[in-house]
């Protein structure tokens, strides 16, 4: 299991760690751009030598018997150079996407499998931000990285090279040479805090910038948009997050600029010296006028590797930090860690015990679930009732194993939950939840997610969650896809068929402990009354766990716990509750007093008909 620490890597370690994975990944990446950039480096090099050459054959007497070998030599290097060069440019362009790509799937799959209480901590949250921004960005280390390396290479051997060659013209230009590198190197330094700073400040307002761009564009967001009058704080805040990004982003070009004219200024100097010697030089006969041209020639890259390295490091630079955000997600921790039991291997029906449980969220400063002791007993159907924000949806998540007790335990058969595999607990639970997450797939799909069973089974659990009528309006029956942003043809479900669709994927996976989360909420009276008639043949040999608001779905169940605060303040049967006349009670009368009141009220009025 991985460690979640917070580690600041250094920035060479986040280069080794980028170039590790791209050779891992397959060695002809590194090879490829190692030849691209030995070529690119050397074709200047080789023109400047062919017309040195040339210059040598029409300027002397048998200078073609001399000099043909050479000539050839340099025209075929120059030949191979330019295949090299065009051939793994290509390469290097696929290697770095599908490089991307593959990087893209694993932030995903991890993701997947980052534990649910860690999904929604907001500085993990900001980690999976920022890693996704990274793989998804076609500028990014991961694709671009593979040309900085290339242009690297390329630009300190050349300088390096080059640099040697006119050196030895005379030691001045080399000196100069020296003296500007570092007078630009500190100046791209300083260029490179700059971007880094506006990268970070820029985050956020991309998180905006997205947010804003998503919601305009959400038919969800449309009807309240225009009803409340939304689209002036829209397009305020459009203006501002631009405004802002454009600030940062001119910061950064003025010293971006700065530095181009710097370098321009430098290039003059050295070039025209370089030059001036190489002229006085011809003049004074010791030097030939092919060489003049063959080193002529050179100078003039002399600034394009120069200028590329500053490039080079800066991206260096960039890429680490965009690295750095990679691996600090890469550092969090992706699987609970859970203990090797199998869940086939319990009794049914379950019996769960709550153990002195508390719960805090992270953050809170105070617990959401105060030493919470509950037994439930084997097919038990338990009622879990309170009002909002007593503690009801966090329980429930604590049993599923979605969050882990701060303190405590949860006992399944008398076995701690974590002692069970991930996977198999998981397998345990068949819930409705109050909220729903859709895929773009079949209604059948959804219905059976990765679970086959027989189609008898199928078919009754289309009948039993009431979504069998509703798929009679729906144009392919349970063939209609979901997801009208997906697929043109998909169908809008409405509140009430969402939740029968969901009741019907819970009823099929047919797992032991059944737990239905404000399950009628959406469903007409008709509807909900139906699921209440069912209720015992749905719970039948499961242990169940009803949450609802109204009481009288609530009455069916063998045992109704109140909470308050994340504490039980009371249990029994309903009957029971109401002869106790405490806090259910009060609710209960609170509730059906508004029934009792219409229903007296109707009974004395007059049927219109009847008059
Ligand atoms: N992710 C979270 N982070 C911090 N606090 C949370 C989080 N989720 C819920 N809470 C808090 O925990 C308390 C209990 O919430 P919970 O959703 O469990 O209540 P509930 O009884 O299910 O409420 P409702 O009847 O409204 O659905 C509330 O005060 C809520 O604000």
């Not at 010791?286 to 500053?310: D, E, H, K, M, R």
């Not at 979605?402 to 639970?429: A, R």
Request: charged content about 20%; aromatic content about 12%; hydrophobic content about 40%.
């Amino acid at each position: 299991m991985k460690k979640s620490q917070e580690h600041k890597y250094s920035a060479s370690s986040n280069l080794f760690y980028l170039y590790k994975g791209m050779w891992k990944e397959n060695p002809k990446n590194i090879i490829s751009i190692t030849l691209r950039a030995a070529a690119d480096m050397l074709l200047p090099l080789l023109s400047s030598g062919i017309v040195a050459v040339i210059i040598a054959i029409v300027s002397q007497e048998n200078g073609w018997q001399n000099y043909r070998i050479l000539f050839g030599i340099s025209l075929l290097a120059t030949v191979i150079c330019m295949i090299l060069s065009e051939t793994m440019g290509n390469y290097e362009n696929a290697a770095g996407n599908v490089f991307r790509v593959i990087n893209m799937m694993k932030v995903s799959k991890m993701t997947l499998h980052i534990p649910f209480h860690k999904l929604e901590q907001p500085e993990n949250i900001k980690k999976i931000e920022k890693a996704g921004e990274t793989v998804n960005n076609p500028s990014g280390a991961f694709q671009k990285g593979f040309t900085v390396l290339y242009n690297f290479l390329r630009d300190i051997v050349g300088l390096l090279l080059y640099g040697y060659l006119v050196g030895s013209i005379h030691p001045a230009i080399i000196s100069i040479i020296i003296l500007f590198s570092i007078v630009m190197y500190y100046h791209s330094l300083g260029t490179n805090k700059i971007a880094e700073s506006s990268r970070k400040k820029q985050a956020p307002l991309t998180k905006k910038t997205n947010y804003l761009v998503n919601y305009t564009g959400e038919f969800k967001a449309a009807k309240d948009m225009r009803l409340y009058h939304m689209e002036p704080w829209f397009e305020e805040e459009f203006q501002k997050t631009y405004d802002s990004r454009f600030l940062l982003m001119k910061k950064v070009f003025q010293r971006k600029f700065q530095g181009t004219a710097l370098s321009g200024v430098f290039s003059l100097i050295r070039d025209g010296l370089a030059y001036w010697i190489l002229v006085n030089q011809v003049i004074d006969g010791s030097l030939s006028v092919a060489s003049f041209s063959f080193y002529f020639g050179i100078i003039a890259s002399i600034s394009q590797w120069t200028n590329g390295l500053l490039t080079d490091l800066a991206d260096f630079r960039y890429m680490s930090g965009e690295i750095q955000d990679f691996r600090e997600f890469s550092d969090l921790e992706f699987l609970t860690n859970r203990g090797t039991r199998n869940s086939v291997e319990l009794k049914l029906p379950i019996e769960i015990e709550f153990q002195n449980v508390c719960y805090r969220y992270a953050g809170a400063e105070e617990d959401t679930i105060h030493n919470l002791n509950l037994k439930i007993f084997p097919g038990e159907k338990v009622g879990l009732v309170g009002i909002n924000g007593a503690g009801k949806s966090t329980i429930i998540k604590l049993l599923c194993g979605l969050y882990e007790p701060t303190s405590g335990e949860i006992l399944i058969n008398g076995i701690s939950q974590l002692q069970f595999t991930e996977e198999s607990y998981y397998d345990l639970f068949s819930a409705v939840f109050q909220d729903y997450f859709e895929l773009p797939i079949t209604i059948e799909e959804t219905i059976k997610q990765s679970v086959s069973i027989h189609s008898e089974a199928y078919s009754n659990v289309l009948a039993r969650s009431g979504i069998k009528e509703e798929l009679r309006k729906f144009p392919h029956d349970d063939q209609t896809k979901l997801v009208k942003r997906v697929h043109t043809d998909a169908v809008d479900l409405s509140g009430g068929q969402k939740q029968k669709l969901q009741l019907a994927r819970a009823l099929y996976k047919n797992a032991p402990i059944l737990i239905l989360d404000e399950p009628t909420a959406a469903l007409d009276p008709i509807a909900e009354n139906e699921v209440y008639l069912s209720y015992n043949a749905i719970a039948k040999d499961k242990t169940s766990i009803f949450i609802s608001h109204r009481l009288s779905s609530t009455r069916f169940c063998d045992r109704i716990v109140y909470l308050e605060n994340g504490m039980i303040v009371e249990q029994g049967t309903h009957v029971e509750l109401l002869e106790q006349k405490g806090k259910y009670a009060e609710m209960y009368s609170v509730q059906s007093q508004y029934y009792q009141e219409e229903w007296e009220g109707k009974k004395n009025e007059q049927c219109p008909i009847s008059q």
